[in-house]
């Protein structure tokens, strides 16, 4: 399965794009409407790049009024991020999607690096969450903590019934003349191929840790990367970074890894799930028996 | 719809300080003046956004000022290369205009040769840093030029429908000259389809996507 990395499409926007994808994650949504941060927001490093988008989005009213029929024209299943403040807000939210059935999960993004964390540990957000909704609930956890399988843990504790693996984590670029900060508020989120190997150990990590279905993500261009992260642990993988790059990427990524998976002779993305984690005493490459 | 076609890449030419990526067109349109197309640049993460300086027969000509290493590795590109590239995008300049004057900036006059063409080679005003990147004027039919300490506001004449593209400062003192001006914006780009919401820019108190909504708006 094949979805985009929150924040990295706007379904409205490219319809298209959206259409290659198993189901669309909307951008985060907010308790009230966010402007954003203020530009410059995007910037770009060798191996990567910086974003400081700040969870722009109209706010749940509108986007429960105006967006979400719009999207659910579009006869993909959507997946609903949303932020907010505190335990409370992240309820409420989830309360107001409850009743929508266009929304078949609810992604609680616990992690952005562009606005200011919200008050309560993962574990009483996803509980507050729980308590609103029968919803799927996946937890979206930053690899930026200490020790992120005992976040998983809790997370699945309280409720969540799979995983978001991983959100960016926070960089600095200077601008190479005037040696300041290149995006306008300093700090941004950073995503793309060099986010890889820490999404991959976090992927690992909780897979082992929890069992909890895991949508793996972060730095994910082809089909032998979303073979990687199936690997590690991951039943489905996201794409962010390479969608701007490559709006075909959907497509791409998808006929790429099941060529890879035709050539192992892999049946199916399920049947590489977790395969890393089986011990083998050989260096041989894999390939089903 | 995003159409994306690999070009193979005709001649990299010098025009002063910048350079002229000549590509072969595939079957992609060119787009109106202004409208513009994410160029991969070998080896970077992200494309670039680049605006259509001419469309000759069979080709899309881009002007690039190889200012970083996105905008280097395109200069780097040599004939028979290719390069990955998605457009036209984004709104271009309106050409129902009456008395149509062009002002450009810098590497912003890349738009200005296709949109002269369009216009049938209306008067132009370009303003350059040195007498080498002036050298790009020769571009633009029928163009006046200044160089730095001349700014290229102080050359803009009355009574014109001004059609400009420059650095942010000049764009902001050819609004205060012309409300209505039609004014073609950069900002950093990540995807150029309306996806990452990174390349908004604050006009009158409202933050709009360049990429979709621009980049091409009007100063009033």
């Known amino acids: 399965m094949i979805l985009n990395a929150s924040g990295c499409l706007d379904a409205l926007s490219a319809p298209e794009v959206a259409h290659g994808l198993d189901a669309f994650v909307t951008k985060t949504v907010t308790p009230e409407p966010r402007a954003g941060n203020r530009p410059v927001r995007i910037a770009e490093t060798d191996h990567g790049m910086l974003n400081s988008i700040g969870l722009q989005n109209p706010g749940i009213d509108r986007f429960l009024d105006s967006v979400l029929p719009c999207l659910a024209e579009l006869g993909i299943p959507i997946w609903t991020s949303v932020g907010g403040a505190s335990p409370e807000e992240y309820a409420h939210m989830c309360e107001r999607l409850d009743g929508r059935r266009e929304v078949v999960t609810i992604e609680l993004n616990l992690s952005c690096p562009n606005v200011a964390s919200p008050d309560g540990d993962a574990a009483e957000i996803v509980a507050a969450a729980r308590a609103a909704t029968d919803r799927p609930l996946y937890a979206k956890l930053s690899a930026a903590v200490p020790d992120l399988p005992a976040v998983a843990r809790a997370a699945r504790d309280a409720g969540a019934d799979g995983l978001s693996l991983v959100n960016t984590v926070r960089g600095l670029a200077l601008d190479e003349r005037t040696l300041t900060p290149r995006l306008g508020r300093e700090v941004g989120g950073y995503s793309g191929p060099a986010l890889k190997p820490i999404a991959l150990a976090a992927v690992f990590a909780c897979y082992r840790e929890t069992g909890l279905p895991i949508v793996g993500m972060g730095g994910i261009s082809g089909g032998s990367d979303a073979l990687e992260f199936l690997a590690a642990g991951a039943v489905a993988v996201a794409l962010g970074t390479v969608l701007f790059a490559d709006p075909e990427a959907p497509r791409r990524v998808r006929r790429e890894l099941d060529e890879q998976l035709r050539e192992r002779g892999i049946a199916s993305p399920a049947q590489a799930t977790g395969i890393a984690h089986i011990a083998r005493t050989s260096r041989a490459p894999v390939v089903a028996a | ?220």
């Open chain 2, 1 to 220: 719809m995003l159409r994306r076609e690999a070009l193979s890449v005709v001649a990299v030419e010098h025009v002063g300080a910048y350079t002229l990526l000549r590509a072969a067109r595939g079957s992609l349109e060119p787009g109106t003046p202004g409208q513009f197309f994410m160029l991969a640049a070998p080896n970077r993460v992200l494309p670039r956004p680049m605006s259509v300086c001419a469309a000759p027969a069979g080709e899309l000509w881009f002007l690039i000022d190889a200012i970083g290493p996105g905008t280097r590795a395109l200069c780097m590109l040599g004939q028979g290369d290719v390069v990955q590239a998605l457009g036209p995008l984004g709104n271009g300049f309106r050409l129902d205009v009456e008395r149509p004057l062009l002002v450009g900036g810098g590497i912003g006059i890349a738009p200005l040769p296709y949109l002269s063409q369009s216009l049938g080679r209306p008067p132009a005003v370009l303003g350059f840093r040195s007498n080498r990147h002036a050298e790009a004027a020769v571009l633009v039919p029928n163009a006046e030029v200044v160089v730095e300490p001349t700014l290229v506001t102080e050359a803009i004449p009355g009574g014109y429908d001004i059609l400009a593209c420059g650095p942010e400062p000049m764009l902001d003192a050819v609004a205060e000259l012309a409300p209505g001006a039609q004014l073609a914006w950069e900002a950093p780009m990540a995807c150029g389809y309306g996806a990452c919401y990174g390349c908004v820019v604050e006009v009158d108190g409202e933050l709009k996507r360049l990429c979709v909504e621009g980049p091409v708006l009007c100063a009033a």
